[in-house]
């Protein structure tokens, strides 16, 4: 394949699925350029995500809205006829692998939650061929589990496809012993397991499959829910199955030395690992196995770390590339035809994103994005060199109904520097001051939002809003990972104190930035952003003149201790966050001080506050706790939305556009949608006499 080829042909902007409604705007929308979009449209399900071609690029598996939730298709590209395979009402199929032609498996989840799927809920591992026959359970969800009454999780998590078998899949699963993960090969027609590593060298938390699909390399915990925060670990190897177990390395707790592996390089011997090597980021890097010391650099960035997005060759599994996310989004080859390959198709869509999916015939899928343009996918052709246009991810969502995400470094009071994002209504004009909303995301260990379109909680957020009028700020801010360990460090023992001044400092910049109005500024966010919305209630009430709060925490100690809490039984789990608060022992005065139910009595700001019925990541005994204090202190919430049925985030469109309907009037009543009038040219001065 050569991109020259490919630059030289015509896009096909041709459906590939017939009786489907047209992609672009009607000849009425067209006219209507300038009416807004309903908020549905922005919260609506995507209507074709993550599609994936059969390795014979026959048939294109996607995920499409039915029931409400995200399930299971495969269209045939020949027939144009699309099968669904699932029929979920309850849970999303998250994810799901072709295994051969015929077959597909899955794993169920709730995509829409403001910290993703729910943990303690999903997965499970089930199996159909592509013609929607041959069901089968392969292992039940945890909430299966739990109405059983079983409280020792078992999980089986998909690997790859067994070597030489479409009918066979390799699995992760703690069957033998909660403590350790085993590597099974499964049969899809019969469900039948073979232990595949019978002789473990110890407590192992993974395994590393070679180019042969052989677990060849298995990462050791020294021992089981190890509470400190970087536990030690031995990384083992061996030349075989047959062959005895090596240590390549032992990792003290706590080691800075510490390094992660990610796969094996392309001699099948060597390893590829990430970890820091004394830099502030991490990087990849090449561990040369034999002689015990690290090789080539793979890739590294000075601003964010890459732990993951190696890209594998099909047929080979032999790694040929990286994709990353950092302010926008990366690509970058190793092979020379992978790379020719992917420079001709951005060649094709300058300023967006492209990423492709090879198969084993000629056929590849490329989906091409951007922060204002939602995900399309195109089938290429190679031996033709056409480029067919098969599926768009929405259908009546246009580039004109979004706006730029904006990069920006949020310069902390004290001395970091965090990427971060914010949004401008498409009709801003410069001078002109906005109503602003400043939108914590969830975790807060975790990077929620990245660049792309709709693509995020809070980038859902902010191009609603933004399309409303208002300015939105999506801040990263310290213990948010993937960028730097100085900032990720920077967060323990400072929730609700110095990652509180994190999101004032956003808003600060905002207001010195020239767009933001600083006498109307409101904070949102869910679960971690529901938490800093109430406290900001109580600490930044000079600064925000209201707060939307959704699946919140508003006692800390409470959260960490009640059983009702789906993690409080962990160890590890509770002393993280217990390094996260400052708690130390069971010393809760540092806890105490930043719960906000605690201090509902000093809550100045006018506050909406949401709720899942059924949640048990942060429970309905939080929302409660905060209510019931805030109306004892004679300040009630102005508005309380509980969702029956509903979990850590609302899985029913209905409820989003409810919540975000009621949260828009919210909004108006106390900061208003409309720009404060550009500040006139200062009058020149009369030059001195």
Do not use: C
């Given at each position: 394949m050569n991109s020259g080829g490919l630059r030289a042909s015509a896009l096909s902007l041709g459906l590939l699925l017939s009786g489907l409604p047209a992609l672009g705007a009607s000849p009425d929308a067209a006219g209507k350029a300038n009416e807004l979009l309903p908020v549905a449209s922005y919260v609506a399900v995507p209507r074709f995500s993550q599609p994936s071609l059969s390795p014979d690029g026959q048939r294109l598996a996607v995920l499409a809205p039915l029931k409400g939730k995200r399930n299971l298709m495969v269209i045939d590209l020949k027939t144009r006829a699309g099968t669904a395979l699932?029929?979920?009402?309850?849970?999303?199929?998250?994810?799901?692998?072709?295994?051969?032609?015929?077959?597909?498996?899955?794993?169920?989840?709730?995509?829409?939650?403001?910290?993703?799927?729910?943990?303690?809920?999903?997965?499970?591992?089930?199996?159909?061929?592509?013609?929607?026959?041959?069901?089968?359970?392969?292992?039940?969800?945890?909430?299966?589990?739990?109405?059983?009454?079983?409280?020792?999780?078992?999980?089986?998590?998909?690997?790859?496809?067994?070597?030489?078998?479409?009918?066979?899949?390799?699995?992760?699963?703690?069957?033998?012993?909660?403590?350790?993960?085993?590597?099974?090969?499964?049969?899809?027609?019969?469900?039948?397991?073979?232990?595949?590593?019978?002789?473990?060298?110890?407590?192992?938390?993974?395994?590393?499959?070679?180019?042969?699909?052989?677990?060849?390399?298995?990462?050791?915990?020294?021992?089981?829910?190890?509470?400190q925060q970087f536990p030690g670990a031995r990384v083992m190897i061996r030349a075989g199955m047959d062959a005895p177990w090596k240590q390549v390395a032992r990792f003290e707790p706590g080691s800075p030395e510490r390094w992660s592996v990610l796969a094996f390089a392309e001699n099948n011997e060597d390893l590829i690992v990430s970890t820091r090597r004394g830099r502030d980021t991490v990087g990849m890097y090449r561990y040369l196995v034999a002689e015990g010391r690290f090789g080539e650099t793979i890739a590294e960035h000075p601003r964010y770390d890459l732990k993951s997005g190696l890209r594998y060759d099909p047929k080979t599994r032999k790694v040929v590339g990286l994709s990353f996310a950092d302010e926008q989004h990366q690509v970058a080859y190793f092979d020379e035809n992978y790379a020719r390959l992917q420079a001709g198709f951005e060649a094709l869509f300058p300023g967006k994103a492209v990423s492709f999916q090879t198969t084993e015939g000629t056929r590849n899928l490329v989906t091409v994005w951007s922060d204002r343009a939602v995900p399309t996918f195109y089938i290429h052709d190679a031996e033709k060199k056409t480029l067919e246009e098969a599926l768009r991810s929405r259908e009546d969502v246009e580039e004109k109904h979004l706006v730029q995400m904006r990069p920006f470094l949020l310069k902390t009071r004290d001395g970091l520097e965090i990427p971060s994002y914010y949004f401008l209504p498409a009709n801003y004009q410069p001078g002109q001051r906005l109503p602003t909303v400043l939108h914590v995301h969830g975790g807060p260990m975790m990077r929620a939002d990245k660049w792309g379109a709709l693509n995020s909680f809070g980038v859902t957020e902010a191009q609603l809003l933004a399309s409303r009028g208002y300015a939105v700020i999506l801040p990263n801010f310290r213990v948010t990972p993937e960028l730097g360990e100085k900032i990720y460090k920077a967060g323990y023992g400072e929730l609700g104190r110095k990652m509180s001044d994190d999101h004032e400092d956003a808003v600060r910049w905002a207001v010195a930035q020239g767009f933001a109005d600083q006498q109307r500024v409101c904070i949102s966010g869910a679960s971690y952003g529901g938490y800093a919305s109430l406290w900001a209630t109580i600490r930044s009430a000079d600064l925000f003149k209201c707060a939307v709060a959704g699946a919140v925490v508003s006692d800390l100690k409470l959260q960490l201790t009640s059983n009702a809490t789906d993690f409080s039984g962990s160890k590890s789990g509770v002393a993280y966050w217990k390094r996260l608060i400052g708690v130390k022992d069971d010393n809760w005065q540092v806890a105490q001080e930043v719960s906000p139910a605690l201090h509902a009595a000093r809550s100045k700001v006018p506050l909406m506050i949401y709720a899942g019925a059924d949640d048990r990541r942060t429970p309905l005994e939080q929302t409660k706790a905060m209510v019931n204090a805030l109306t004892e202190a004679g300040r009630p919430p102005e508005i309380v939305m509980i969702k029956p049925e509903e979990g850590h985030g609302y899985g029913k469109q209905e409820n989003w556009v409810d919540l975000y309907t009621t949260m828009l009037k919210f909004l108006d009543k106390h900061i208003g949608s409309g720009p404060t009038a550009a500040a006139a040219p200062a009058p020149q001065q009369a030059p001195a006499q």
């Open positions: 699932t029929g979920m009402s309850d849970f999303d199929v998250v994810s799901f692998q072709w295994v051969g032609s015929e077959r597909l498996v899955f794993s169920l989840g709730r995509l829409n939650a403001p910290t993703g799927p729910e943990s303690g809920d999903g997965g499970g591992l089930f199996t159909v061929k592509r013609d929607g026959t041959g069901f089968r359970k392969l292992h039940p969800t945890f909430r299966e589990q739990y109405g059983r009454g079983n409280f020792q999780f078992r999980y089986m998590n998909f690997l790859a496809t067994a070597p030489g078998s479409e009918d066979e899949v390799l699995v992760a699963s703690n069957f033998r012993t909660s403590k350790a993960n085993d590597i099974y090969r499964v049969n899809l027609e019969s469900g039948q397991k073979k232990l595949l590593t019978f002789d473990q060298p110890g407590i192992v938390e993974q395994w590393i499959l070679d180019q042969q699909g052989l677990p060849r390399v298995a990462v050791l915990a020294d021992k089981e829910d190890d509470p």
